[in-house]
């Protein structure tokens, strides 16, 4: 084979083969086509068949040559790289719908942005008066901790805020609803110049008169009538509601009799001939009731109509009737915001028990010692507090708990318990 110069293959190549299906080297495989019939015969040995089946091979040949040629171009690339058609599992997982999908809003948001932009104007104002980015936040702080008005928060001065705020050692700020007071209320509320110490007369006088009036309020009483004597409304009203029984049915029958003769002075005189009950009505009967019916039907129709036309001319009358609305819904919101306002500074009803004003401090005329320096004070500070607390809302009323007396416990012990022990 060295001395031909062709390798071992191309040596084979180029001898015959001993089976029936070998070629010579260089001439293409014989084609075989369908011979079962004439027609088909003279169609594969014309010289159209021969024709055809050189372009096949020369066409073959080129198509051969082509794919060595890119096999070679490609060099080290995978098998799969530089495919332009995609798999049909691609194809298959693309979306084909023809409505394009919705824009994503949220991709297109920046978080606290709205925080952002306020921020950003903030560092623009104050650049522009000429204070640096920072400082401003940090005197914030600075004044947060030092200036505190609280002599507690003095240990606290010339610390670090948010240090002071996650050791919890800095008061949480209280929301504004908890800085509103349940009542409107002072604390302390200034009696009457008949309370003082040492009064006029006549502010006494006024003072004294006013507890009178509270005492006689709560104190029940049974009044008179003004007219008669109390002999006379004691015995009318001890006979209230008593009616002898003979009267009674006297009065009874007359009423009967008189309610008869009304009857019979409005009843006409002689009545339309009506059917009886359970007997048919004549056709008569009948064309008259729906001739009645028609024309009530036709005179409410137009009494309806009449209205709606007398209703244009009654715009200025419909105007003034809304203004008096309009007027009188205004009153009521007065009135209402009034009442609310009067009712802001009465105690609520906090618990079951409802509030009650503590009696005036005052001492009468007749209680009232020789000189000042034997004046002994009327009332106690601490009920006035207290009560002071009930009528600010702060605490519910309350009265105080009955005394119930604990007695010891006794132990004894049964004579058949004690024989055992």
Not at 256 to 277: F, K, M, N, T
């Amino acid at each position: 084979y060295q001395l031909l110069g062709r390798s071992p293959q191309q040596a084979v190549s180029g001898f015959l083969g001993f089976t029936a299906s070998s070629r010579p080297p260089g001439q293409a495989k014989r084609r075989r086509g369908n011979r079962n019939r004439k027609k088909s015969w003279k169609r594969w040995r014309g010289p159209e068949a021969e024709l055809g089946r050189e372009l096949g091979t020369f066409l073959e040949d080129v198509g051969l040559q082509l794919r060595k040629q890119g096999c070679a171009g490609e060099g080290s690339r995978g098998l799969n790289k530089g495919r332009e058609k995609p798999l049909k599992i691609d194809l298959i997982l693309q979306p084909d719908s023809k409505v394009p999908p919705p824009k994503d809003i949220l991709a297109h948001q920046i978080p606290n942005g709205r925080k952002l932009k306020r921020k950003q104007r903030l560092w623009e104002k104050l650049g522009e008066k000429g204070i640096p980015l920072g400082s401003h936040l940090v005197l914030k702080c600075a004044a947060l901790v030092t200036l505190s008005p609280d002599p507690l928060d003095q240990a606290l001065a010339g610390q670090d805020s948010w240090f002071l705020a996650q050791t919890k050692k800095q008061p949480v700020k209280r929301p504004a609803r908890l800085m509103k007071k349940p009542s409107a209320l002072p604390a302390v509320e200034v009696i009457s110049p008949g309370g003082s110490y040492n009064p006029s007369f006549q502010a006494h006088q006024v003072q004294a008169g006013g507890a009178e009036r509270t005492a006689s309020n709560l104190t029940p009483c049974l009044c008179c009538p003004a007219g008669g004597g109390r002999g006379e409304w004691v015995l009318r009203e001890q006979c209230e509601g008593l009616l002898e029984e003979s009267d009674a049915e006297e009065v009874e029958e007359s009423q009967q009799w008189e309610e008869a003769e009304l009857q019979a002075d409005s009843s006409p005189a002689i009545l339309s001939p009506q059917a009886a009950v359970g007997e048919k009505k004549t056709e008569r009967q009948r064309k008259r009731e729906k001739e009645a019916k028609m024309l009530k039907a036709r005179q409410r129709q137009e009494k309806a109509a009449r209205h709606r036309h007398q209703e244009v001319f009654q715009l200025r009358s419909i105007r003034l009737q809304v203004k008096r609305r309009e007027a009188e819904l205004l009153r009521r919101k007065r009135a209402r915001e009034a009442k609310r306002r009067a009712e802001a500074n009465k105690p609520k009803r906090l618990g079951k028990l409802k509030y009650q004003d503590p009696d005036l401090d005052v001492q009468l005329s007749s209680e009232l010692a020789e000189s000042l320096r034997t004046l002994r004070p009327e009332g106690s500070i601490l009920k006035d507090r207290f009560k002071s607390l009930q009528k600010r809302n702060l605490i519910e009323p309350r009265e105080r708990a009955k005394f119930r007396r604990k007695y010891p416990l006794k132990y004894v012990e049964k004579r058949a318990f004690r024989e055992i022990t």
